[in-house]
C-alpha cells in the first residue's frame, strides 16, 4: 500500500510519530542550460539582469523554498531545518545549482532539498525571461539522502 493513501483510496500526510528522530541529510540538484547567447550576455555582466544579481538572488530562493516546502507539497510534514546550503555553479552555458538540507527529526528532507533547488532554478529563469525564453530546466534530481530507513546516493538509488 501506498504511504500516502490511506484504505479510502484518499490522500493523507503519513504519521510519523513512532519513528525515531535521526539527523537527516539530503542533496538534490537542478541544472538551468541557457543559450549561449544568454550565456555570454550573463558572464560580460558578472551574472547582473535588470533585475540585479541572478546567483545571488537564485540563492536566497532556493532557501526560501526549501523552508516553505510544507506550504507547497500538500503531504510534507513541517520540519525545523538546521541547515540549508545551495551552492550554485556556471559551467559554460549551464548554471548548476545543489541544495543541500539537514535537520534533527523523524522524517527525511528529501522534499526541501529538491524543491530548493527547483525554486533557485526557476528564479534563474525568471531573471533571465527578458533575454530569452529558450531557457531549460532539467535534470531535477535527488543526489544523496541520510539519516533515515535507508540512504540513498545519486545514480544509484542503493543504499
Known sequence: MLSHVGSDNQPRMVDVGAKAATQRVARAQARVLLPADVAAQLREAGH??????????AN????????????????????MLQRCHVDITVEDNEIVIVCEVACHGIT????????????????????????SHDIVIRDVRLLH???????????????
Do not use: F
Open 48 to 57: 547582473m539582469t535588470p533585475k540585479g544579481p541572478v546567483l545571488t538572488t
Open 60 to 79: 536566497l530562493a532556493g532557501v526560501m523554498g526549501a523552508k516553505a516546502t510544507p506550504q507547497l507539497i500538500p503531504l510534507c510534514h513541517p520540519l
Open 108 to 131: 527525511g528532507v528529501e522534499m526541501e532539498a529538491l524543491t530548493g533547488a527547483s525554486i533557485a532554478a526557476l528564479t534563474v529563469y525568471d531573471m533571465c525571461k527578458a533575454m
Open 145 to 159: 539522502k541520510s539519516g533515515g530507513k535507508r540512504d540513498v546516493d545519486a545514480g544509484t538509488g542503493r543504499s
